[in-house]
């Protein structure tokens, strides 16, 4: 049984992902590159020779003879400037002797500027500043024809333009250059080192294809009875996984991925894969525990060789990602009517954003009860709208048969402008709900997550989650002496076979079987639903740890919520 988000994964036409991408290569066609068919255009000019480079100075020409300093762009060796897009394709300008050069291209997405020298070896790239450093040239104003750079100058590999088009001819607000930052973070680690292997020359241009992505679940908040949204500030990033694509003549069946220490990944041998014709894609196991992937580098081990791929600092993430807020219409029978969305980061700044400069497509999922819209490979799934277009901020469900009684979560996830994906939950809370649930169940969950791997609380699953909730070590109302009695005194719901899989991140899942074998049926078994049919729970040998609801799925006998008397007490 696969998570939620990672079954919508699977369901792309094309793997659409965060991406650290070694791009391949497009055919070139003339001098001016491989990006035909364009007829959206941009001609962008600069010169790279007259402005101020560390190379140029004398004193700095003397230090070379005394030791190796680090590496400065050196602007007589700057031959061509290329333009690349995230599908490897790019078109190029030489530069004359007098250091200007003019290159045209396709504007209707971002791209990533380099400096290239005779041996297509890489020389430097162009930043706009405040972490943008690709060009999101979509975004330029429709009457802008040309750009002119103006003088660039370089310290080291960072080449930065006289004239910065930013808030000029790319007119963003500052909401949106904030979003823009943390969009282009990792596609803009490429155009940094488009050489990945090391051996000299820019991969994409030997024909390589390789990339190392992220895939980022979110937790948006939660909805109400009635449907009413309540934010997450900052986003609350649950967890994320790494997928490493490999275009190759031969594939092997497995990877392994190692991260810097505190990654969660150490020779992690990927545990999903999907296969196309000419590219694998292979899934790291999900990581919770860091939710956010420290920077650094991170390497795959493929076939004989180790790939490696630095990932930039992801701190800013929970307050620049851009969340669609789900905004539910009923009709007067309670079922739902439609879904609107306004995006906003996940700072809580309510300014507008237009999401024609982050938005790339969106879709809407439903998980729930009852009858689903149609036929749908994730268990639970009751509607999927299919990707809709940026512009699009509602969806008038095709069936009007979903009560939103039977609701449990609402997925908004979306692919950016630069390949970035994520799926944003919104868990539904029930009119009997406790008050403050989500926040409460979240707190309980990192304080279970902190004792994963202790033992001490082997066949004491109850005294476990109690504390959980309770943020006590030792608990001081757990009311029931074993699990089983506790089912019989909280008001379960879903009680079907599958029914936990309606539950409420947070939940108290049942079963009447502690150990799976039929052992301990006088005690029972629970732990907490961490969604994405997964549970933490103090496991009958192994103590503290996260499994699979399946692994217990046919003792299963429904779902609580905590009662009060386990909230935290000072």
Same mark, same amino acid.
């Given at each position: 049984?696969?998570?939620?988000?990672?079954?919508? !994964?699977?369901?792309?036409?094309?793997?659409?992902?965060?991406?650290?991408?070694?791009?391949?290569?497009?055919?070139?066609?003339?001098?001016?590159?491989?990006?035909?068919?364009?007829?959206?255009?941009?001609? !962008?000019?600069?010169?790279?020779?007259?402005?101020?480079?560390?190379?140029?100075?004398?004193?700095?020409?003397?230090?070379?003879?005394?030791?190796?300093?680090? +590496?400065?762009?050196?602007?007589?060796?700057?031959?061509?400037?290329?333009? @690349?897009? =995230?599908?490897?394709?790019?078109? *190029?300008?030489?530069?004359?002797?007098?250091?200007? @050069?003019?290159?045209?291209?396709?504007?209707?997405?971002?791209?990533?500027?380099?400096?290239? $020298?005779? $041996?297509?070896?890489?020389?430097?790239?162009?930043?706009?500043?405040?972490?943008?450093?690709?060009?999101?040239?979509?975004?330029?104003?429709?009457?802008?024809?040309?750009?002119?750079?103006?003088?660039?100058?370089?310290?080291?590999?960072?080449?930065?333009?006289?004239?910065?088009?930013?808030?000029?001819? %790319?007119?963003?607000?500052?909401?949106? &250059?904030?979003?823009?930052?943390?969009?282009?973070?990792?596609?803009?680690?490429?155009?940094?080192?488009?050489?990945?292997?090391?051996?000299?020359?820019?991969? *994409?241009?030997?024909?390589? *294809? @390789?990339?190392? &992505? %992220?895939?980022?679940?979110?937790?948006?908040?939660?909805?109400?009875?009635?449907?009413?949204?309540?934010?997450?500030?900052?986003?609350?990033?649950?967890?994320?996984?790494?997928?490493?694509?490999?275009?190759?003549?031969?594939?092997?069946?497995?990877?392994?991925?190692?991260?810097?220490?505190?990654?969660?990944?150490?020779?992690?041998?990927?545990?999903?894969?999907? !296969? +196309?014709?000419?590219?694998?894609? +292979?899934?790291?196991?999900?990581?919770?525990?860091?939710? !956010?992937?420290?920077?650094?580098?991170?390497?795959?081990?493929?076939?004989?060789?180790?790939?490696?791929?630095?990932?930039?600092?992801?701190?800013?993430?929970?307050?620049?990602?851009? #969340?669609?807020?789900?905004?539910?219409?009923?009709?007067?029978?309670?079922?739902?009517?439609?879904?609107?969305?306004?995006?906003?980061?996940?700072?809580?700044?309510?300014?507008?954003?237009?999401?024609?400069? %982050?938005?790339?497509?969106?879709?809407?999922?439903?998980?729930?009860?009852?009858?689903?819209?149609?036929?749908?490979? &994730? =268990?639970?799934?009751?509607?999927?709208?299919?990707?809709?277009?940026?512009?699009?901020?509602?969806?008038?469900?095709?069936?009007?048969?979903?009560?939103?009684?039977?609701?449990?979560? %609402?997925?908004?996830?979306?692919?950016?402008?630069?390949?970035?994906?994520?799926?944003?939950? /919104?868990?539904?809370?029930?009119?009997?709900?406790?008050?403050?649930?989500?926040?409460?169940?979240?707190?309980?969950?990192?304080?279970?997550?902190?004792?994963?791997?202790?033992?001490?609380?082997?066949?004491?699953?109850?005294?476990?989650?109690?504390?959980?909730?309770?943020?006590?070590?030792?608990?001081?109302?757990? +009311?029931?002496?074993?699990?089983?009695?506790?089912?019989?005194?909280?008001?379960?719901?879903? &009680?079907?076979?599958?029914?936990? #899989?309606?539950?409420?991140?947070?939940?108290?899942?049942? *079963?009447?079987?502690?150990?799976?074998?039929? #052992?301990?049926?006088?005690?029972?078994?629970?732990?907490?639903?961490?969604?994405?049919?997964?549970?933490?729970?103090?496991?009958?040998?192994?103590?503290?740890?996260?499994? =699979?609801?399946?692994?217990?799925? =046919?003792?299963?006998?429904? /779902?609580?919520?905590?009662?009060?008397?386990?909230?935290?007490?000072?």
């Amino acid at each position: 049984m696969k998570k939620p988000g990672t079954m919508f !994964i699977k369901n792309l036409p094309s793997l659409c992902l965060v991406g650290l991408i070694a791009i391949g290569l497009m055919t070139i066609v003339g001098t001016g590159g491989g990006n035909g068919g364009a007829t959206n255009i941009i001609t !962008i000019k600069g010169n790279i020779l007259n402005g101020s480079h560390a190379k140029n100075l004398w004193y700095d020409r003397l230090l070379d003879k005394i030791h190796s300093p680090a +590496y400065a762009l050196d602007p007589n060796e700057v031959a061509k400037v290329m333009v @690349f897009y =995230q599908d490897g394709s790019h078109k *190029f300008s030489k530069v004359t002797e007098d250091g200007n @050069f003019s290159i045209t291209v396709d504007k209707s997405a971002p791209a990533g500027m380099i400096f290239v $020298g005779a $041996g297509d070896n890489f020389l430097g790239y162009l930043t706009l500043g405040d972490g943008i450093d690709t060009l999101p040239l979509n975004s330029i104003a429709d009457d802008v024809s040309e750009i002119d750079l103006g003088i660039l100058s370089s310290s080291g590999l960072i080449v930065e333009p006289s004239h910065n088009p930013l808030g000029n001819e %790319i007119p963003l607000t500052p909401e949106e &250059q904030k979003a823009l930052a943390q969009c282009d973070d990792l596609f803009s680690s490429i155009v940094k080192n488009p050489d990945v292997d090391g051996n000299g020359i820019i991969d *994409f241009l030997e024909g390589k *294809f @390789f990339g190392l &992505q %992220i895939l980022y679940y979110l937790n948006g908040g939660g909805l109400n009875g009635n449907l009413s949204p309540t934010v997450n500030e900052p986003a609350n990033i649950t967890g994320y996984r790494l997928a490493f694509d490999a275009t190759d003549a031969y594939r092997p069946d497995n990877v392994d991925f190692t991260g810097p220490p505190g990654s969660g990944l150490l020779n992690s041998t990927s545990n999903q894969s999907n !296969i +196309y014709t000419d590219r694998t894609t +292979y899934f790291s196991p999900y990581i919770h525990s860091p939710s !956010i992937p420290p920077a650094g580098q991170y390497t795959v081990d493929y076939k004989t060789s180790t790939l490696t791929f630095t990932l930039p600092d992801q701190s800013a993430a929970p307050s620049n990602i851009v #969340l669609p807020v789900p905004i539910v219409t009923l009709n007067d029978d309670r079922t739902i009517q439609k879904v609107n969305w306004v995006y906003r980061l996940g700072s809580g700044a309510t300014a507008a954003l237009d999401p024609l400069t %982050i938005i790339s497509k969106i879709e809407l999922q439903i998980d729930g009860s009852g009858s689903p819209c149609a036929s749908y490979p &994730q =268990q639970g799934r009751i509607y999927n709208s299919g990707w809709l277009s940026a512009t699009t901020t509602g969806h008038v469900l095709t069936c009007q048969t979903l009560n939103c009684d039977d609701i449990t979560t %609402i997925y908004m996830a979306y692919e950016d402008l630069y390949e970035n994906h994520y799926v944003i939950t /919104w868990n539904i809370s029930q009119s009997d709900a406790p008050a403050n649930f989500n926040a409460w169940a979240s707190s309980a969950i990192e304080w279970a997550y902190s004792r994963i791997g202790e033992e001490e609380w082997k066949e004491w699953c109850l005294r476990f989650v109690a504390c959980a909730f309770q943020q006590d070590e030792n608990g001081h109302a757990i +009311y029931w002496n074993s699990a089983w009695e506790a089912a019989q005194g909280l008001e379960l719901y879903n &009680q079907s076979y599958d029914g936990w #899989l309606y539950a409420p991140r947070g939940a108290l899942i049942f *079963f009447y079987d502690a150990d799976g074998q039929g #052992l301990l049926h006088d005690y029972g078994h629970v732990g907490i639903y961490l969604g994405d049919e997964n549970m933490i729970h103090a496991h009958w040998d192994d103590g503290v740890k996260t499994d =699979q609801v399946e692994i217990l799925e =046919q003792h299963y006998i429904g /779902w609580a919520y905590p009662p009060e008397e386990w909230r935290a007490t000072d």
